[in-house]
């Protein structure tokens, strides 16, 4: 008898089905990356249109608009593939509840783009907007590498989000630079807010390396982005550097622009790089899996016949069967005794799963440990912002400022003020 | 336009298949519950039998093999009704894993009994074959406690498992003294180990507790367990302070073993009081989702018919619409400009389903601290057995004194142990 057989069968289907999830999943965040990009030259140019209250780039923006909805028609058909099967699986909550908010900020889409044709809105709300949906899509691969239950694709997921995110602090960085220029005059909040793009740029360029380097393979290795190119590092000196009130050459608008876009658009190609060799990953893991489980329904087939009772119950209880806590499997005891080699290679096969499960579960909590740290410090910057009325950029220079003082790392410092902050009654938070 | 909507809808269908999930899983854990409890009985008969050499307990032993075997079948019914469509959701593959294991060791019990009625196994061989495979049993409720996603049900997981681990250190106290007491000689070895079961069973209970009072419900709170009858106490200390091959009156053996098992007797009602109260929050829940599904649902229907996209572009951008984290759903703006309730109702659905479930994220966390920290004290002291050679006792002191002498934690060290372990070459772990 060879009960526990079908349940090895079992769980290998679980880990199938977890990665055909995470196919799919990988295929929505590449179709996200799309739309972002999208979305990020539609709001340059809306910001070009509303800058000159007209006068510029209205027919630019009519064709990217087009554009941008041709990726959002791809996303909203990946959205519908994502069928009600998949909505009794895994962390599928969370990241429907995601999808959800993104979509309400999709249908708001065409109103936001009448508020800029009929130029009512200030460039600054309108950017603030086109912020506001993109995140709510960063927010959706964010979910997706925190609900990813293979480390391997997990780790990806979560150099990818790094990725993405840089991309879009890129895509802020070259707004407000533009807008600095074109006002011809430098201005220290916008100087402050450039330093902080640039730096958060940097702060995730450097996690998405970091889970770079960890992983072998060189097809991921390549993919490492190019530093930015001497022209954009002299124009950001440029204007991080002017004194407040001090002159901006206009002339420098448009080369900022280029600079800029050039290299968000080298990102993009690193981007679609970076997903195509998750589809790969994917493919093969799913194959890998696959043949696992054949070899199992195999020796499945061929225990069928078989009963070595007691060597089962001599490898199963051990010759020195002891005390075990809860997570140690014994080590069958080789030797003397044994039966044959099919009954032995089935506990061999339950117990190496168990092992290998739990060395999974060991990985995916490394991977998830920086989610997790960049989730408190993003809500501890949130807390910051409502409570004392700061920008993003000042409530991270607090943030910074408080763990300098403190001697402790700024997750620390962002943990023990969400504590805190929990402690508090609710009307003075 | 409400794309989102849909989405709401499935993301509140996945809680629900959770839910029903969870109900499954319970019901697993109670036939478990009564498999370990009659298994814990006859491991006791066996010793009986194999101690005596055959003459006592062979009658009612046999009785005892035909009651467990009942449990047995229960419990692999329900294993069966764990039907493959189950087998695509959550955290499923560690489950059938640990499911896959316990199920070799049932397999193989019938070849344990054999050992005992041919008298061929010390009473302490079989013993610690019994425990093995109660362990395994034991493992899948820690898994089925890990595993879950819905914080009240993972809380009442843990305290169930921790109370169920209490009782069979209760059973294997009651072992031990048993072995003591018919030997009519006081023995350290043995001393120290019931010792060690005295305070894990103390441990587990304190966590039971704790994990109790947080939660409200009086039915949830009237289940804490009695103390240990002063009978009992007295026993145990006559037992415990003993010189070593100091006498212990043989006469004391059957108010011994009846006091114990008074006592496990009264845990297992407890235990089936927590499961019932588990398989009632489980209904309640999964009524309570399916509640707001229908209202989803319903607010689908009407929301069809309705188009108010400039005041849900209102909200979703907000008036002050501004940069936020990753993490931050910001709060739609109350005022001018605003909508039909409806529209309002959905943003503001969708904002609360992302709080909900971060708030369900969160504590599920802090539940699941006290899991990981027992696993990784379990590991900790598995890698001390195997590395040092030493009993579980003596890997627990050890574990214990070193946390002592560092003035840290007994999870810290055993965390840095692990962590030690992992740099050190293969061959000298």
């Known amino acids: ?27 929505l965040v590449d179709a996200m990356g799309h739309l972002i990009h999208a979305l990020q030259r539609e709001r340059g140019m809306s910001n070009l249109v509303l800058g000159s209250q007209g006068a510029r780039c209205q027919q630019a923006l009519r064709a990217q608009v087009h554009d941008t909805g041709l990726c959002e028609q791809a996303l909203r058909q990946r959205l519908s593939d994502l069928d009600t099967a998949a909505s009794s699986r895994g962390h599928g909550a969370r990241l429907f509840s995601r999808i959800a908010y993104v979509l309400q900020g999709l249908d708001a889409l065409p109103l936001l783009r009448k508020q800029v044709e009929q130029l009512t809105w200030t460039p600054a709300r309108a950017t603030a907007a086109y912020i506001r949906l993109i995140n709510g899509l960063l927010a959706v691969v964010f979910e997706a590498a925190d609900s990813a239950s293979d480390p391997l694709i997990s780790r990806r997921l979560v150099a990818l989000f790094n990725f993405m995110q840089a991309k879009e602090f890129a895509g802020q960085e070259r707004a407000t630079g533009s807008a600095l220029f074109a006002a011809g005059q430098a201005e220290p909040v916008a100087q402050q807010r450039l330093l902080h793009l640039i730096e958060s740029q940097e702060r995730c360029l450097q996690v998405f390396q970091d889970f770079t380097r960890e992983h072998g393979s060189p097809s991921w290795a390549d993919s490492s982005p190019a530093s930015p190119p001497a022209v954009l590092e002299r124009l950001r000196r440029i204007l991080c550097t002017a004194p407040a009130a001090g002159p901006l050459d206009t002339g420098l608008s448009q080369t900022w622009f280029d600079a800029c876009t050039e290299c968000i658009d080298a990102m993009k190609r690193t ?18 899996a696959t043949a696992d489980l054949v070899a199992h329904q195999q020796l499945l087939e061929r225990a069928a016949d078989l009963a070595a009772p007691f060597d089962e119950a001599a490898s199963f209880f051990g010759a020195e069967a002891s005390v075990v806590g809860v997570d140690q499997h014994a080590a069958p005891v080789i030797g003397q005794g044994y039966g044959p080699q099919v009954e032995r290679s089935i506990l061999e096969l339950v117990q190496d799963q168990a092992r290998r499960l739990q060395a999974v579960s060991d990985e995916l909590e490394t991977v998830r440990a920086s989610l997790n740290e960049r989730r408190l410090i993003e809500r501890a910057k949130g807390l910051l912002m409502a409570h004392r009325s700061l920008r993003e950029d000042e409530a991270h220079k607090t943030l910074r400022q408080m763990a300098m003082n403190q001697n402790r790392r700024i997750v620390d410092v962002a943990e023990a003020l969400l504590a805190m902050a929990e402690v508090l009654p609710e009307r003075s938070r």
């Open 1 to 27: 008898m060879n009960s526990g057989l079908p349940f090895l069968i079992a769980a290998k289907l679980c880990d199938i089905a977890e990665l055909q999830r995470l196919a799919l999943t990988s295929s």
């Open 271 to 288: 981007e679609e790089q970076l997903c195509a060799g998750l589809r790969t990953l994917c493919k093969e893991r799913i194959a890998t």
